[in-house]
């Protein structure tokens, strides 16, 4: 499956983006799909999971709260919405594919080229 990022860009503190992530074919029920960010020279940090099928999501304690992933199962798209940004959710933000809610990367096998987001102060 291929999946292609969107929706990044440059906001200000305190502000709103609603990332896209649409898979190539359909996803299958038992997949999870997740998104996570990286900043340069440091490790990819897992932000918000969820369970294709049931729609059960899991979040890093760092956007509990302010951000919300989604899915839309007859578009094949997660999306990701980022409310309250602060300038520490500067990343280039990416979506994968896997089977387990894992907060590493390992897990997943399919990945999104990435789409940046920079907040500024």
């Known amino acids: 499956v291929q999946l292609q990022a969107s929706g990044g860009g440059l906001v200000q503190a305190g502000g709103s983006l609603r990332l896209s992530c649409a898979a190539s074919?359909?996803?299958?029920?038992?997949?999870?799909m997740a998104w996570f960010r990286q900043d340069p020279g440091e490790e990819r940090e897992f932000v918000a999971a969820?369970?294709?099928?049931?729609?059960?999501?899991y979040y890093a304690d760092s956007v509990k709260g302010r951000f919300t992933i989604s899915r839309d199962t007859a578009k094949n798209t997660v999306y990701l919405q980022m409310n309250s940004l602060k300038p520490e959710d500067t990343a280039t933000y990416y979506c994968?594919?896997?089977?387990?809610?894992?907060?590493?990367?390992?897990?997943?096998?399919?990945w999104g080229q990435g789409t940046q987001v920079t907040v500024s102060s």
């Open positions: 969820i369970r294709w099928g049931v729609g059960l999501t």
């Open positions: 994968a594919r896997g089977t387990s809610p894992a907060n590493k990367p390992e897990p997943y096998y399919d």
């Open positions: 074919r359909r996803i299958y029920s038992s997949s999870v």
